[in-house]
């Protein structure tokens, strides 16, 4: 295994039948498996062993799936290039020499690779649709809520979302029918037929968009690199092609998405990785005196780079003085941008933009320049902050081999339209 | 504000807070990247105040008794334990 998907192989069997009793469905390791270690990238956990299976595991299991293993990630989820993994960076197979995406990066490249049939990812700020662009694969983060977070390790909550990764929208799509669902677990899951929808996303993969209307934020388009744009426009004609129409909006929220998802993020993660003390679980130094003395000097023998830098800018932007300055005007851009989307979707069934900016770094060149990292989000967390469902399909390549995705973004439980529209392209 | 300047004695601060020991290089990297990143965040400064649709509610319901993680499944991958408890650094 020479890409490096996964962290840890193993063979966890699911029931005798259902709908995915002939399928592999490889699982993120920040996702719970009862028995089988979960690291989330992470050298604090890297001996962890749930004692549990994560509502989604235990789903996939009834369905029938087979797990072949737990999937390569960012640390905790905090990256853009599957590089920051305390187990090494997975290498994309669809590109050889780049970065697979991330923070899913191992979920979307044993897919590209044919080792799994199909992955759950998680996606807090674009993790599954990165990925999934990246490696020319389909990925979908639903909206917020439709999926239970329960046995998730959490990174930041009112963000993320678990979501499948396929070579298909079809197939995604048979994959989030088996999670989907409310779940006593996790009390910020929402029945989505009391929201006027419905669970039968499989069935909506019919390629159909005659009729469609497309909205395309200009904000989204201009800032991506030329052979990105032209490869979008070109997905955009063959939609045109098959009955769709798409008109421009202008979303100047946008511009303000990346520093409000990041502001939000670090200061939810600086919160949610307190619980790693090295006492209950995870790394500890064995150290005595001072509980908080060896507390942080397990924390700093645990946790990577990446993963520092975070808790503490979370915990520079939540600590006195400074809350109003950066986590409330986040949370007053977020606000804002929720409230365009909502508006750009009560003219359009869909908004269309490059998944990714860019197209795969090539390894090693984003990691000295977390800031540089960070702008390539630009076009997936708005969507995280307003907490929608889109789905990347592949929409074609560059001139080099490069993948390139499109991503829609559909109203609330609205993933029937996102499918739909998907569907169109693969 | 302006330009937030940061010095390795408020990253070494805002460490403290966390609880996250660093090594010596560390703190200069951070220090170096947080001024960037920090003033990044300024930008914010620009998005107006937008009034916020009261979206979240409690959702409350009574206790219940019921079937949990058993005592040796959640002491299983602590460090140390003692009578079934977990057990932290000796305090000197």
Known sequence: MTYNGYITETQIKGSDDGPLADATVAVKDNISTEGVPTTCGSAMLDDYVPPYDATVVTRLKDAGATIPGKTNMDEFGMGTTTETSAFGPTENPAAEGHVPGGSSGGSAAVVAAGDADLALGTDTGGSV?????????????????????????????????????????????????????????????????????????????????????????????????????????????????????????????????????????MSEASSNLARFDG??????????????????????????????????????????????????????????????????????DVLASPTMPVTPMAMGE???????????????????????????????????????GLQFVGPAFGETEIIRAGSALA | MSEPAVDTEEVSHVADL????????????????????????????????????????????????????????????AEETEDGYFKGPRVS
């Open chain 1, 129 to 265: 649709r990165c990925p999934a662009a990246f490696c020319g694969v389909v990925g979908i983060k639903p909206t917020y809520g439709l999926v239970s977070r329960y046995g998730l390790v959490a990174y930041a909550n009112s963000l993320e979302q678990i979501g499948p990764l396929a070579p298909t929208v079809e197939e995604a799509a048979e994959l989030l029918e088996v999670i989907a669902g409310p779940d006593e677990h996790d009390a910020t899951t929402r029945n989505a037929t009391e929201r006027g929808a419905d669970y039968d996303f499989a069935a909506a993969a019919d390629g159909d968009v005659s009729g469609l209307s497309i909205g395309v934020p200009t904000e989204l388009v201009e800032g991506a690199d030329e052979e990105v744009v032209e490869t979008f426009w070109s997905a955009i004609d063959d939609l045109e092609a098959g009955g769709a129409t798409y008109h421009e909006v202008d979303l100047p929220s946008v511009e303000h998405a990346v520093e409000a998802y990041y502001v939000i993020a």
């Open chain 1, 279 to 348: 006492v209950r679980y995870g790394q500890s130094g064995g150290y005595d005196g001072n509980w908080n003395e060896t507390f942080a000097r397990s924390r700093e023998e645990g946790f990577g780079e990446e993963v520092k830098s975070r808790v503490l800018l979370g915990t520079y932007a939540l600590s006195a003085g400074y809350h109003d300055k950066y986590y409330k005007q986040a949370q007053d851009a977020r606000a804002w941008i929720k409230r365009e989307f909502d508006e750009a979707l009560s003219e359009a």
């Open chain 1, 366 to 404: 984003s990691l000295s320049d977390p800031l540089k990292m960070y702008l390539a989000d630009a076009n997936t967390t708005p969507v995280n902050l307003a907490n929608l469902p889109a789905i990347s399909v592949p929409a074609g390549e560059t001139d080099d081999d490069l993948p390139v």
């Open chain 2, 18 to 77: 966390a609880r996250v020991d660093l090594a010596d290089d560390e703190l200069e990297l951070f220090a170096e990247q947080f001024a960037d990143i920090l003033a990044y965040f300024e930008t914010l400064d620009e998005v107006p105040e937008v009034e916020r649709e009261p979206e979240l509610t409690n959702v409350m319901r009574p206790d219940e008794v019921k079937e949990s993680l058993g005592q040796n499944a959640a002491l299983q991958n």
